[in-house]
Structures are given as structure tokens and as C-alpha cells.
């Protein structure tokens, strides 16, 4: 019989379900050196935020099948180890969303209140009302950061209350926030003119610090901000000071740096500041979705059934699944890199399946190119099932067409996307062992694998450029780990690639298109 470890508190419902299949124990509190050490009598783990999955306990599961994170994010699962291995991770991206925008509110409302410390107040004899008066959310402007599922019903619920909504989110399409009766306004307004800023997005390089002493100086001394994200998003010393010096109203974090929260300069602040142990999921309900929705997943995959809410492989029966598998990867990466290229906002993809790709059998790579398309707005929530309705929702008019007449690999992709930064297209094909190539970026013929950190220029091919750009860079200590450059016509226009070993430091992209004879730079980082 399979044997599954269940190694944080997790509704009963779900272990109900994981018994009608497996042996289930229930250990919570384990340490790193614990799981390392039961991992390999084990074929299934089902976690919420509580554990930390890393490359080590993944590693010393040799039996390991699946891992089931009870809730929405999978920061804590160290997800391309577990894709190496095979593993599939499963998450439950909607079972919670009510709960979080629930408490999003009620923090909102508590902290405009002063219901914590009212309460504390009167339980401790005291029937003090002087010190409690508060302010009232209707007709106060709430700007809601990132508009997906939580966000969005937050909108709903405070449009009913009377709020204005202002909304800032660079991947949602106009007609989306019109839906919501908010706003779309880019990040500096919605700092300037919200009473109220709600968090509700995913924790990644370029949203860590997203509230940071900068952005705290443009807020108005009423504003107060609510955050049941991701802790991280918001740099705490600095909130800290902001609040102890009245710059601004108030905050109310269910999220922190690091969880729990220990040692802090915030938890010396009076009633402008309410704090919550990550309880943005702690609901009956919440609890009982996620459990029901992870824990069927767990069983249906021991009992050799699709997973339906994969994050890193998609449900497919495992025979199919071996064959698609690397072509999967190479249109989810494509899908990534044309999305960055084309820009947050993205309007329409065009999908040519070439070759022997240009068969009936390849609607999951279109799925997989989606993916990679929404990933970086969606990160862990976008998986192979709810991509095609998440691209519908956002507006993106999908167009697939197939050319079997193409012969130059044996089978290739080529995504077409227009966003924001225009139109951008990439081809990749698969060479004989396997590895991606990219084999053509807007058209111009190259021939390089993807890696972490890209750069692209579009420049006039003339003497002295590629010298210029490897000195900017280098002027920067960023160091180069491969050059090509593609172009149809000598002297005409090119396209540069540039594989680098380091992200681009800020900044450098405007001093790169300053170089004679570059029109356009673009990073890509996968
Ligand atoms: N406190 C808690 O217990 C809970 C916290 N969460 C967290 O809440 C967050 C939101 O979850 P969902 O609404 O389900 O996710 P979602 O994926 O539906 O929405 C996230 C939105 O953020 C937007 N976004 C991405 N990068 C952005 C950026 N740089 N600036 C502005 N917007 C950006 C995306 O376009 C997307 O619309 C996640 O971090 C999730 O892990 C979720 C459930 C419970
Ligand atoms: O499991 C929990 O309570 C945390 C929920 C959460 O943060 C998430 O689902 O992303």
C-alpha cells in the first residue's frame, strides 16, 4: 500500500480522502534532519505553509510521486528539484481566495477601528471610547496591487462599500479592470492617491521590496496599507519607521519577512499597526477546500490518474506525458521568452506548430506555451490546467496554426506575441539530444540555447557595436557568457543575444539603447 506523510495540520476531509488509498501518517513539527531521514518510506507528501520542502528532503525521497501543497503558493517547495525528479507538484490555486480577500478586508476594517486594541481594552477593565475613534472606508480610495483572484474580489467587496478602487497591475488588460469598476494607474499615482493600498500579488524578484522607504515617502499621511500576500513585498525597517514617525496612517501584515515573525522593530507600534499570524487561509472553509482539492489530486496520481492542478508537470497519462515532455518545455520556455519580450499586457499569441509538431495531438503545447506566456504575471498560480482560461480572461486572442511543410528541424515552435513593448516573436525547435535552441528572435536566424539571464539588442549591423556593448557591460562587471548575433542582410538591421551570468543590474538597459546604433534592448530571465 502507498504511504503518504502529511507533515503540517490539515483538514481531516483530506486525510479521510488520502486513506481510501494510502497509509497516511500525520507528523507535523518535523525538523529538516527528520524528513531527510523518513522521506524514502514515503510515496506522496501533502504540506501547507508550515514545511519547507528543499532540494535535500526532495532528493531522499526515492519513492516520492507527488507533492500536494494544501493552499496557493508553492514558495516553499523547491519546485525544479521536484521536476528533475519527476515529481509532480500540486497546489489548490482557487481553494482559498474567498478566505484571503476575506481577511484582507477584515484587517482593513480592524485597523481603521482600532478593534484589536478596543478589544484588548475592555477586557482589561477599562471603557475607554476617547482612544478609539476611527476613520470609515466608504468613499476613501482603496488601491488594490495585482488584480487576480483575490485582488479582484477585494475590489468587489470595497466597490460595495463605497470605496473608489484604483488598481495597479502591468498584466491585466484594461477591459478586466473595467469589469471590476477600477481604475488601471501605474504604481507612483496609486501610492500618491490611495487611503487605503491592499497587496495582492505573488512574492518575485521585481515585487520584493515593492514597499520600500521610496515609495512610503509618496503615500499621504492617511494612507494605511494591508498586505496578505507574501511577506517580503513590503521592507519592514522601513514601515516600521514610517508608522513611528505618524508619516503614514497605519498597517495591518498577515505576512512577514521571515515566519514566523520573531525579533521585530514592529512589534513595538501601537494601534496604527495590526499584526496577524499568516491566517489569510485560516478558514473552515478555506481549509476544507483546499484539503478536499489537494488531497483527491494525491490519490488520483497513486492510483496513476492525471494530476488536475499540476504547477510543474501537466496531466496527461504518464505514456504521452513521456513523449511531449521535452516539447512541453520547450513551448513553455518559448512562451516565457516572447511574453518578456512583447511585454507585461499581452494583446494576442500566435502559435505556428511546425513540422512534425503540426499534428492534432499538440493541443498541450499550446497549453504549455500559455504558461509560460502567463508565468511571469502568475508565477505558481498558472498551471497546465487553468492556463487557457486565465489567457481567455485576461483578453489574449490565442491563434494556433499548423505548417507540416516546415522540414528545417523535425519539428519546431514559432510564438508570435503583441503586448505592451510591441511585437515579438521567437522559434525554437529541439536538437537531436534533446537540449532547447532558440533558433530565430523576431525573425532574424540564431542558434542558441535559452539561459537564466538573456539580453537582446535590435541594432544596425555595423562595425564597433558588439565592442561597445560588451564594455558597457563589462563597466558594470557583468560578465558575458556567449554572444551570437543573427541578421538577414550585411549592414542591415540584427539582432544581438547575449547570455550573461548575472542579471542585468538596473538601469543598464536605457544606457545600452544610448549606444550608436542600437534601436532596442530587451532582458529575458528564465
Ligand atoms: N495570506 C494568506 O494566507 C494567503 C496569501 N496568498 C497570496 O496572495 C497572493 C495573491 O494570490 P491570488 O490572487 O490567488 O493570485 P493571482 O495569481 O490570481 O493574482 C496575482 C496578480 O498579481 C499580478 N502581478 C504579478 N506581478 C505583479 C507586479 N509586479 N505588480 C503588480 N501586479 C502583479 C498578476 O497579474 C495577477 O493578476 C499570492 O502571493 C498568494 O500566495 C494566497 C492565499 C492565502
Ligand atoms: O496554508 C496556509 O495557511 C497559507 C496559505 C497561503 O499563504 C497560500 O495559499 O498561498
Known amino acids: 500500500m502507498s504511504k503518504v506523510l502529511v507533515s503540517d495540520p490539515i483538514d481531516q476531509v483530506g486525510i479521510d480522502i488520502l486513506s481510501q488509498v494510502a497509509q497516511v501518517d500525520v507528523k507535523t513539527g518535523l525538523s529538516p534532519e527528520e524528513l531527510v531521514r523518513i522521506m524514502p518510506e514515503y510515496d506522496a507528501l501533502m504540506i501547507r505553509s508550515g514545511t519547507r520542502v528543499t532540494k535535500e528532503i526532495i532528493e531522499a525521497g526515492k519513492q516520492l510521486k507527488i ?77 488594490v496591487v495585482g488584480l487576480g483572484k483575490i485582488g479582484s474580489h477585494v475590489a468587489t467587496v470595497a466597490k460595495a462599500m463605497g470605496m473608489k478602487i484604483l488598481a495597479y497591475d502591468p498584466f491585466i488588460s484594461v477591459e478586466r479592470a473595467e469589469e471590476l469598476d477600477a481604475r488601471l494607474v501605474e504604481l507612483d499615482l496609486l501610492f500618491q492617491e490611495a487611503d487605503y493600498i491592499t497587496l495582492h500579488i505573488p512574492k ?80 473552515a472553509e478555506a481549509q476544507v477546500n483546499v484539503a478536499i482539492d489537494v488531497a483527491e489530486q494525491i490519490r488520483d496520481v497513486l492510483l496513476g490518474l492525471p494530476a488536475r492542478s499540476a504547477v510543474n508537470i501537466p496531466g496527461l497519462r504518464p505514456d504521452v506525458l513521456e513523449k511531449l515532455r521535452p ?78 511543410s516546415i ?8 510564438l508570435e506575441a503583441q503586448g505592451t513593448l510591441g511585437e515579438h516573436s521567437v522559434t525554437g525547435a529541439l536538437l537531436g539530444d534533446g537540449e532547447i535552441h532558440i533558433t530565430s528572435i523576431d525573425e532574424f536566424p540564431i542558434n542558441v540555447p535559452p539561459s537564466p539571464h538573456m539580453l537582446f539588442t535590435l541594432h544596425r549591423d555595423m562595425p564597433g557595436i558588439i565592442g561597445n556593448i560588451g564594455s558597457l557591460l563589462g563597466s558594470f562587471n557583468v560578465n558575458i557568457a556567449s554572444m551570437q548575433v543573427g541578421r538577414k542582410i550585411v549592414r542591415g538591421d540584427a539582432v544581438m543575444v547575449l547570455s550573461l551570468d548575472d542579471p ?6 536605457s544606457e545600452i539603447t544610448k549606444i550608436p546604433g542600437i534601436r532596442d534592448a530587451y532582458t529575458v530571465t528564465l
Not at 481566495?97 to 478586508?105: C, D, G, R, S
Not at 508608522?243 to 525579533?263: Q, R, S, W, Y
Not at 522540414?407 to 514559432?414: A, E, K, N, P, V
Open 204 to 283: 518575485t524578484p521585481e515585487t520584493t521590496h515593492l514597499i520600500n522607504a521610496e515609495a512610503l515617502a509618496k503615500m499621504k499621511p492617511t494612507t494605511r496599507i494591508i498586505n496578505c500576500s507574501r511577506g517580503g513585498i513590503i521592507d519592514e525597517a522601513a514601515l516600521a519607521e514610517v508608522l513611528k514617525e505618524g508619516k503614514i496612517a497605519g498597517a495591518a501584515l498577515d505576512v512577514f519577512e521571515t515566519e514566523p515573525l520573531g525579533e521585530s522593530s514592529l512589534k513595538s507600534l501601537g494601534k496604527n499597526l495590526v499584526l496577524t499570524p499568516h491566517l489569510g487561509a485560516s478558514t
Open 504 to 509: 542585468l543590474p538596473e538601469g543598464i538597459l
Open 407 to 414: 522540414r528545417d528541424y523535425s519539428g519546431s515552435l514559432h
Open 327 to 404: 516539447y512541453l518545455q520547450l513551448a513553455e520556455t518559448l512562451g516565457n521568452m516572447v511574453g518578456q519580450l512583447a511585454g507585461g499586457r499581452i494583446d494576442s499569441l500566435n502559435i505556428r506548430l511546425q513540422g512534425e509538431l503540426a499534428t492534432n495531438q499538440s493541443q498541450p503545447l499550446i497549453v504549455a506555451a500559455l504558461k509560460g506566456l502567463l508565468s511571469q504575471a502568475l508565477r505558481e498560480r498558472v498551471n497546465y490546467v487553468n492556463a487557457s482560461i486565465e489567457a481567455k480572461e485576461r483578453g489574449i486572442r490565442v491563434i494556433e496554426t499548423r505548417d507540416a
Open 67 to 143: 507533492i500536494g501543497r494544501a493552499g496557493v503558493g508553492v514558495d516553499n517547495v523547491d519546485v525544479p528539484a521536484a521536476t528533475r525528479q519527476g515529481i509532480v507538484v500540486v497546489n489548490s490555486p482557487e481553494g482559498n481566495t474567498i478566505a484571503a480577500a476575506e481577511h484582507a478586508l477584515a484587517m482593513m476594517l480592524s485597523l481603521s477601528r482600532h478593534i484589536p486594541d478596543a478589544n484588548a481594552s475592555v477586557k482589561s477593565g477599562q471603557w475607554d471610547r476617547k482612544s478609539f475613534i476611527g476613520t470609515e472606508v466608504y468613499k476613501k480610495t482603496l488601491g
